[in-house]
């Protein structure tokens, strides 16, 4: 996967974490599920979450991953995803 500046220099425990997110999607995508939007995004969150707070995360990164589903950043088309 090709992550962006942000989560390849975020910290060990964030860059772990967003290769469980992604393979969330894999997993989504091999069983013919939903694997965009909300609904996709929603349980790779979660994933990732799960695997923040297993690495031992802060509290401030936890908050963060439990709220960005809010953002609704699968919207921001791929040229301009900064991430």
């Excluded at 964030?14 to 290769?19: I, L, N």
């Excluded at 995004?41 to 990732?48: D, S």
């Excluded at 923040?52 to 995803?81: C, F, H, M």
Aim: one cysteine or more.
């Amino acid at each position: 996967y090709k992550a962006g500046r942000s989560t390849r220099e975020g910290g060990t425990i964030w860059y772990a974490s967003s290769f469980t997110h992604e393979a969330c999607h894999s997993k989504q995508y091999q069983e013919g599920r939903t694997y965009s939007g909300r609904e996709g995004e929603a349980e790779c969150l979660n994933v990732q979450a799960d695997a923040l707070e297993k690495l031992g995360a802060s509290q401030s990164t936890l908050d963060y991953i439990r709220n960005v589903i809010n953002t609704e950043y699968w919207e921001v088309p791929y040229s301009e995803r900064w991430w």
